[in-house]
């Protein structure tokens, strides 16, 4: 990167024109601090009212803000205020959280601002909220506020839709309310007592946005977001590239983040980076490269700094036994690994699928024998490379509700007795094709989606090898992911591999994949199951401790008899960073983590010399 240079002309004039001098001076100037990475999976736009895969939600939560946060380096988890002045006021009954907004923030400059500075208010969060009633959005978010029944906005909602009218913004609500221009207060039908954690920390989803914006870009709002955080979207090639640039509106904000004390490596992070400026970096700049090895090569050559979850490939030539290879080591490449806090769902199964779906012994059985003959350790073993643990239940390690003694037969992989149940629930060959049929007789044929890029072909290989295994037909159809999401949220996929991530530490994210009312949101499969739903709205509404645990405990042992999904691992995540990229610690609970990291761009400059 070279060092931009500005010179000045000094004019000197002493006895006249004819005396004249020129002197020629050189300033020097700090070179820009650019983080550069990239994703493997496209975007989808950047409205937080609108999305929800985990690559708009991390470009989108660098913009807007959320009223709470995660202190980057606490562990435990930790909730503090972001753009409030302290933590919520909660009512005894967990159903009233009220919240203060500090004074003196301010939105990005924007042209739907007309030249005026826009102080973020109330107001703006109040309205944000509304955003996810309106069905124009269409929120994927919206079953997060629903669950807990905010009071008022479901009951308006459905109103609207019968009337076929625009959502009312400026119809008083009594479930979220600006109580002045600062305060603002969120009422809730049923006691939720993790609500501000589990919903007001998640700036992809639940950062506030202006009005003004929405209504000024119209349609065109998720390519347009503004918010009050440290960056705005500077450039956008749809699939392609993501430029976050400084805001320069950005308030006054100084790394304050609190280690724990038996870190070495977070103390020491703490340690250099207190008392800075937030944002420290000038420029994000983010590629998508969908495929593994363009990916791995661009970091080596040192086109990208950061490594974002080294690809599974490379695992054995870059981390051998979980250490930096020594080759990578002398150039000062480091390492961080940590759990992801996810579920990798080998597949779910469309309850609304005349194959796979149903509640029936015979359609149970079916998923059942399925999931026996897929085998997660293999896929561990050799598509994940080892960077991930078997799954037991959906929930993830890390959150609240996972016990590491819990043992199923959720990663079980048992042939013979696939076979026995496939078998004895008549899914067996009628016609001597080879191929198992269904009970009447007619075809029995799996369609999965997948993805084109090298592990989505690996997982490929792995389900038509496991139900080979079983005679049992699978036949793919490859799209971009935005367009399997897409399909997926409407009900019009059979099956489909994806992930799921936690928000926040805790595994009621997990279990609201299976809660009927969550279909297409959450709930991928569409699975509604009555004793299911009466569990995970229990637990919900308890404070947390044994009691909580053991209904979190028998919810899960429902979704793994009746298998909606089959949860096969959950992953671990290997970072790498070359030497000038300073501070990164991965937080599962704060996407934007680049606004806690420095470049040091001496160390840049003599790496390109």
Same mark, same amino acid.
């Given at each position: 990167?070279?060092?931009?240079?500005?010179?000045?002309?000094?004019?000197?004039?002493?006895?006249?024109?004819?005396?004249?001098?020129?002197?020629?001076?050189?300033?020097?100037?700090?070179?820009?601090?650019?983080?550069?990475?990239?994703?493997?999976?496209?975007?989808?736009?950047?409205?937080?009212?609108?999305?929800?895969?985990?690559?708009?939600?991390?470009?989108?939560?660098?913009?807007?803000?959320?009223?709470?946060?995660?202190?980057?380096?606490?562990?435990?988890?930790?909730?503090?205020?972001?753009?409030?002045?302290?933590?919520?006021?909660?009512?005894?009954?967990?159903?009233?959280?009220?919240?203060?907004?500090?004074?003196?923030?301010?939105?990005?400059?924007?042209?739907?601002?007309?030249?005026?500075?826009?102080?973020?208010?109330?107001?703006?969060?109040?309205?944000?909220?509304?955003?996810?009633?309106?069905?124009?959005?269409?929120?994927?978010?919206?079953?997060?506020?629903?669950?807990?029944?905010?009071?008022?906005?479901?009951?308006?909602?459905?109103?609207?839709?019968?009337?076929?009218?625009?959502?009312?913004?400026?119809?008083?609500?009594?479930?979220?309310?600006?109580?002045?221009?600062?305060?603002?207060?969120?009422?809730?039908?049923?006691?939720?007592?993790?609500?501000?954690?589990?919903?007001?920390?998640?700036?992809?989803?639940?950062?506030?946005?202006?009005?003004?914006?929405?209504?000024?870009?119209?349609?065109?709002?998720?390519?347009?977001?503004?918010?009050?955080?440290?960056?705005?979207?500077?450039?956008?090639?749809?699939?392609?590239?993501?430029?976050?640039?400084?805001?320069?509106?950005?308030?006054?904000?100084?790394?304050?983040?609190?280690?724990?004390?038996?870190?070495?490596?977070?103390?020491?992070?703490?340690?250099?980076?207190?008392?800075?400026?937030?944002?420290?970096?000038?420029?994000?700049?983010?590629?998508?490269?969908?495929?593994?090895?363009?990916?791995?090569?661009?970091?080596?050559?040192?086109?990208?700094?950061?490594?974002?979850?080294?690809?599974?490939?490379?695992?054995?030539?870059?981390?051998?036994?979980?250490?930096?290879?020594?080759?990578?080591?002398?150039?000062?490449?480091?390492?961080?690994?940590?759990?992801?806090?996810?579920?990798?769902?080998?597949?779910?199964?469309?309850?609304?699928?005349?194959?796979?779906?149903?509640?029936?012994?015979?359609?149970?059985?079916?998923?059942?024998?399925?999931?026996?003959?897929?085998?997660?350790?293999?896929?561990?073993?050799?598509?994940?490379?080892?960077?991930?643990?078997?799954?037991?239940?959906?929930?993830?390690?890390?959150?609240?509700?996972?016990?590491?003694?819990?043992?199923?037969?959720?990663?079980?992989?048992?042939?013979?007795?696939?076979?026995?149940?496939?078998?004895?629930?008549?899914?067996?060959?009628?016609?001597?094709?080879?191929?198992?049929?269904?009970?009447?007789?007619?075809?029995?044929?799996?369609?999965?989606?997948?993805?084109?890029?090298?592990?989505?072909?690996?997982?490929?290989?792995?389900?038509?090898?496991?139900?080979?295994?079983?005679?049992?037909?699978?036949?793919?159809?490859?799209?971009?992911?935005?367009?399997?999401?897409?399909?997926?949220? &409407?009900? +019009? @996929? $059979?099956?489909?591999? /994806?992930?799921?991530?936690?928000? *926040?530490?805790?595994?009621? %994210?997990? =279990?609201?994949?299976?809660?009927?009312?969550?279909?297409?949101?959450?709930?991928?499969?569409?699975?509604?199951?009555?004793?299911?739903?009466?569990?995970?709205?229990?637990?919900?509404?308890?404070?947390?401790?044994?009691?909580?645990?053991?209904?979190?405990?028998? &919810?899960? +042992? @429902? $979704?793994?008899?009746? /298998?909606?999904?089959?949860?096969? *691992?959950?992953?671990?995540? %290997?970072? =790498?960073?070359?030497?000038?990229?300073?501070?990164?610690?991965?937080?599962?609970?704060?996407?934007?983590?680049?606004?806690?990291?420095?470049?040091?761009?001496?160390?840049?400059?003599?790496?390109?010399?």
């Amino acid at each position: 990167m070279m060092l931009r240079r500005i010179f000045a002309c000094v004019v000197l004039s002493a006895l006249g024109a004819s005396q004249m001098v020129v002197a020629q001076t050189a300033v020097q100037t700090v070179a820009p601090k650019v983080l550069r990475y990239a994703f493997p999976i496209a975007e989808t736009g950047f409205d937080p009212a609108q999305i929800s895969d985990l690559y708009s939600r991390v470009v989108t939560a660098g913009i807007v803000e959320a009223p709470l946060t995660f202190d980057y380096l606490a562990r435990p988890f930790k909730v503090k205020p972001l753009t409030v002045e302290a933590l919520p006021t909660i009512s005894a009954d967990f159903k009233r959280f009220t919240f203060r907004v500090k004074p003196g923030i301010y939105f990005a400059d924007d042209p739907a601002f007309k030249g005026a500075r826009r102080e973020l208010v109330a107001q703006d969060y109040v309205y944000s909220f509304k955003r996810h009633y309106d069905p124009v959005t269409k929120s994927p978010n919206l079953y997060r506020l629903e669950n807990a029944k905010v009071l008022g906005l479901s009951e308006l909602r459905a109103k609207i839709m019968a009337a076929k009218q625009p959502f009312p913004y400026d119809t008083e609500v009594e479930g979220v309310r600006a109580l002045d221009r600062y305060t603002f207060e969120i009422t809730l039908g049923e006691a939720t007592p993790r609500f501000h954690q589990d919903v007001l920390t998640d700036s992809g989803n639940f950062g506030a946005v202006a009005r003004e914006v929405v209504e000024f870009y119209g349609d065109k709002i998720m390519e347009h977001p503004v918010g009050t955080g440290p960056f705005k979207l500077a450039e956008w090639r749809r699939s392609s590239r993501i430029v976050l640039a400084r805001n320069p509106s950005f308030r006054e904000m100084f790394y304050s983040e609190e280690p724990p004390a038996d870190d070495a490596r977070s103390v020491a992070i703490a340690n250099a980076m207190k008392g800075k400026r937030i944002p420290m970096l000038d420029r994000v700049e983010i590629s998508i490269i969908e495929e593994a090895q363009p990916r791995w090569l661009s970091f080596l050559n040192r086109q990208t700094d950061f490594m974002d979850r080294l690809p599974n490939e490379f695992a054995n030539v870059a981390i051998p036994n979980n250490a930096v290879a020594p080759n990578l080591a002398k150039q000062g490449i480091v390492m961080e690994q940590a759990p992801l806090v996810d579920a990798t769902l080998a597949s779910f199964f469309n309850a609304e699928s005349p194959v796979v779906g149903g509640n029936t012994p015979d359609k149970v059985a079916l998923r059942r024998a399925i999931s026996l003959a897929y085998n997660s350790e293999e896929e561990v073993r050799v598509v994940r490379r080892n960077q991930a643990v078997l799954a037991q239940s959906a929930i993830a390690p890390l959150v609240y509700g996972y016990n590491p003694q819990f043992k199923s037969e959720m990663s079980a992989f048992d042939v013979p007795r696939a076979k026995a149940l496939l078998d004895l629930y008549g899914y067996v060959d009628k016609d001597g094709d080879g191929w198992r049929d269904l009970p009447d007789g007619k075809p029995l044929v799996l369609v999965y989606a997948t993805q084109p890029d090298q592990a989505s072909r690996q997982l490929v290989e792995l389900w038509e090898k496991s139900m080979k295994a079983i005679n049992i037909k699978i036949i793919f159809k490859t799209a971009k992911w935005p367009e399997n999401l897409k399909a997926s949220k &409407a009900g +019009k @996929l $059979m099956m489909w591999g /994806v992930a799921w991530a936690a928000t *926040s530490p805790d595994g009621d %994210t997990f =279990l609201a994949l299976a809660y009927g009312p969550n279909k297409g949101q959450a709930n991928h499969s569409r699975f509604d199951l009555p004793a299911f739903n009466a569990l995970y709205l229990k637990q919900s509404q308890m404070a947390d401790g044994p009691e909580r645990q053991a209904v979190m405990e028998e &919810a899960s +042992k @429902l $979704m793994i008899a009746y /298998v909606p999904y089959k949860v096969s *691992s959950h992953r671990v995540a %290997t970072d =790498l960073m070359h030497p000038w990229v300073q501070g990164y610690r991965r937080n599962p609970f704060i996407r934007e983590f680049f606004k806690f990291v420095d470049i040091d761009t001496e160390a840049l400059a003599k790496a390109s010399r």
